[in-house]
């Protein structure tokens, strides 16, 4: 029997203009930091955004939003609540803070009913942030939500670019749509991220510089959106999605 | 019906005295480049130590120990290469350089099936390179070794430390023995994570600091070896993990 959940999910998100999956083949590289950045700095341009936080390896957007007290509202379905101006909606607010060891089934399960059961308002864009690498709950998002568009995020570090490369390889495979590829924490001029990514077909959409002041930011989303991390990712914002949009 | 492989396994590992399981809640920080330093250090030591990459979200010791020639021996299962003298298997011997999407149930096959096969020689410690998070992969290692002991290791962000606490707290509830906790790429004087360690009731073994030198050691371990990080795991390695090896 077909889980009827199915077909409610893409009428869910059906009032919603696009779908960015903010992915990273490899834990750690600062992919939520990214996907929250992102998520305002398209909002500050003027779009109705949401931030949907399905890492399920560890949600932590929560953190970095400092969104500590807010819950979503139960109303034949979930709303999410609204923080900082964005509509946000995390698998937090299913597991809570207990440690949970998810079993393949039991994330298929918990991510399918997540997305039937929240409630989004009519958006420009929702950012999601992914489960790393290319595990269960990565492979049941990429079948469950249609339109997906994936930006990829990498560090300088190759062994975190091989990782990620490996992802990459594996979404051109399945013919999905990705905008490109954002190196995170750079330090240095190296060029090697940027050459490979072009070796892959990618776009490059750019660097986000190394910035201690992220790290003091967690917590305090005014104070993030003022570090050099989110002036790029405004630029890369502008430049690559809602040019992006207008095109389409 | 009982997988006969599975009463294969201890045997398996029944001539290894302790199995060290370098672990982290969290994919990204650093956690394969510890687990190949530590058994570095550990070897330097004088005992005989072999390396497991068990990482299903993408293996990566091969590429910091610049392992690209050898191949494990088939003989009645497989025999792991030595490489700068240590005993290395890695599941890249199986899933090759090509992006690897595995289900939970295929994950648990081919831990089973690499558990199996491997034949290891007599050895003073294996340590394991395991998947981040607790997910399939990770459950399955805990629930199929026995005498595993956990180094778990962390960054000093927040970020980091709220989902490795998380792991923390589940191989606790389980009872598993933990060694402790180590904080990687450590820049700044602060004591939070040390603080969160302790109140956990775990040891904090120690800071490794962040050392630009590490990336360019990437694929030479005897460069690795020469870094700060090396030589404060070297110090881990004596005080924590060879004394416990004394006082059992």
Redesign the interface.
């Known amino acids: 029997m077909v889980d009827p959940r199915l077909s409610v999910i893409n009428a869910r998100l059906n009032r919603i203009s696009r779908i960015i999956a903010v992915s990273s ?5 600062g992919k ?2 990214v996907a929250t950045t992102l998520a305002f700095a398209l909002a500050r341009c003027g779009c109705k955004v949401g931030l949907f936080d399905l890492d ?3 949600p ?1 957007t929560h ?2 939003l400092g969104a500590h007290q807010v819950q979503p509202k139960e109303e034949k379905g979930l709303i999410p609540p609204t923080v900082d101006g964005l509509e946000y909606m995390s698998l937090i607010y299913f597991v809570g ?9 039991d ?1 298929s399960n918990a991510l399918i009913e997540l997305l039937t059961i929240t409630l989004w308002d009519k958006l420009d864009f929702l950012v999601i942030d992914m489960p ?5 709950a ?2 049941d998002l990429v079948r469950l939500i249609h339109r997906i568009e994936f930006l990829i995020v990498t ?6 670019f ?2 990620v490369k ?2 990459a ?2 979404l051109c ?1 399945q013919k999905m749509q990705i905008i490109g590829l954002i190196e995170n924490m750079k ?1 240095d001029k190296s060029e090697s991220v940027e050459l490979g990514t072009r070796r892959l077909g990618l776009m490059y959409l750019g660097a986000i510089p190394f910035d ?1 002041q992220v ?1 003091e930011a ?1 917590g305090k989303p005014q104070k993030l959106m003022q570090t050099s991390a989110a002036e790029a990712l405004r630029k890369i914002a502008e430049t690559a999605i809602l040019k992006g949009k207008n095109q389409r």
Chains 1, 2 share one sequence.
């Open positions: 083949g490899k834990g750690g590289v939520s930091v399920f390896t560890g932590s953190i970095i803070d207990n440690p949970t060891p998810f079993r393949g089934e994330t790393p690498g290319i595990g269960d990565f492979l560090t300088p570090s190759m062994l975190a091989e990782t490996k992802q390889e594996l495979e330090a201690p790290e967690i």
